[in-house]
């Protein structure tokens, strides 16, 4: 399994950003995929997640700012990050439950997610 991130960068305040991450040794349709991210000094944290199904959950301070969304045909998923602030700051990764019991389900326990990529640097400034 490999997970390619792309997409972060510098922006300001208010602004947007759309991260992509490309997937390749696994079918979408058998995997979820989910968006962390972790700031400097801070515990990472879950931003979203897709199960094969399409249903969709978000962490709590997303407040429908983001939005995930896959390709299938593509094996792509991107996180649409809206009305961004500063403490959006962070590395963002995507990952996969390649290795769960239910790898198509988004998984309770984030120590599921046994694949990740490398991470793209989303900075916001304010």
């Known amino acids: 399994v490999q997970l390619v991130e792309s997409g972060g960068g510098l922006v300001q305040a208010g602004g947007s950003l759309r991260l992509s991450c490309a997937a390749s040794?696994?079918?979408?349709?058998?995997?979820?995929l989910g968006w962390f991210r972790q700031a400097p000094g801070k515990e990472r944290e879950r931003v979203s997640c897709i199960d094969r199904d399409g249903k969709i959950y978000y962490g709590d301070f997303v407040k429908g700012r983001f939005t995930i969304s896959t390709d299938k045909a593509k094996n792509m998923v991107y996180l649409q990050m809206n009305s961004l602030k500063s403490e959006d700051t962070a590395v963002y990764y995507c990952?996969?439950?390649?290795?769960?019991?239910?790898?198509?389900?988004?998984?309770?326990?984030?120590?599921?997610?046994?694949?990740w990529g490398q991470g793209t640097q989303v900075t916001v400034s304010s």
């Open positions: 990952a996969t439950p390649h290795d769960a019991a239910f790898p198509y389900l988004c998984p309770r326990s984030d120590s599921d997610f046994s694949s």
């Open positions: 040794g696994i079918t979408f349709d058998d995997y979820a």
